[in-house]
């Protein structure tokens, strides 16, 4: 079966998870690992992105709505990691974008590192009113992410990878 990894990163979260994936996939051999610019045909796609506003990038975006009677397998990065109930809402935007017959397997998520410009503007927000408790946890949950991916993440990132695999198998019928 041919597999492509494809993914949009900005600071590199989602590349590190991309890797791991590629990693887990060896065997198999991904036709392809990269931007959807240039993403060669392949049955099982393998699709992340960094979280942009609460969605995928509008370039991933593009390239889902692209696919025709494809697998796909979504994965991706968010600053505000701490629930799997944001997660699965960051999928399921991402999967509403599979074009036309498309197979949606499933998806991973992990919580990824911001730089530290964003915290420096919930700083400014906390110093101009100290009672603002949103701020206050937006700078507890910048803290979480600095160490993601963290080895953990990459290591569910891989058994998730076969996981897809299995389910893609069985697809296949
Ligand atoms: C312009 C911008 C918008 C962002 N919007 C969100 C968001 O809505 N939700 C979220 O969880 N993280 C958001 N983030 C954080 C990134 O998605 C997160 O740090 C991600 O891991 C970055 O992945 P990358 O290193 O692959 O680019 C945003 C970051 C930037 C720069």
């Not at 025709?68 to 979504?74: D, G, I, P």
């Not at 799997?84 to 990824?112: K, M, P």
Request: charged share 25%; aromatic share 10%; glycine share 10%.
């Amino acid at each position: 079966m041919k597999i492509a990894i494809v993914y949009k990163s900005l600071t590199g979260n989602t590349a590190m998870v991309a890797e791991a994936l590629k990693e887990a996939l060896k065997e198999k051999g991904p036709v392809y690992f990269g931007p959807p610019e240039g993403c060669p045909e392949a049955e099982l796609y393998f699709v992340g992105s960094w979280t942009d506003k609460g969605s995928c990038a509008g370039e991933i975006g593009e390239f889902l709505r692209s696919l025709e009677n494809k697998k796909a397998a979504l994965f991706g990065t968010a600053g505000f990691g701490g629930s799997e109930e944001y997660f699965r809402v960051l999928s399921a935007r991402a999967a509403e974008n599979l074009g036309r017959g498309c197979t949606f397997l499933g998806s991973f998520y992990c919580q990824g590192k911001m730089p530290p410009s964003v915290r420096a503007r919930y700083e400014a927000l906390l110093r101009d009113n100290p009672g603002d408790k949103r701020a206050a946890t937006s700078i507890e949950n910048f803290d979480a992410a600095l160490s993601h991916p963290d080895r953990a993440d990459l290591e569910k990132a891989k058994s998730w990878a076969l996981t897809m695999l299995a389910a893609s198998a069985k697809k296949e019928g």
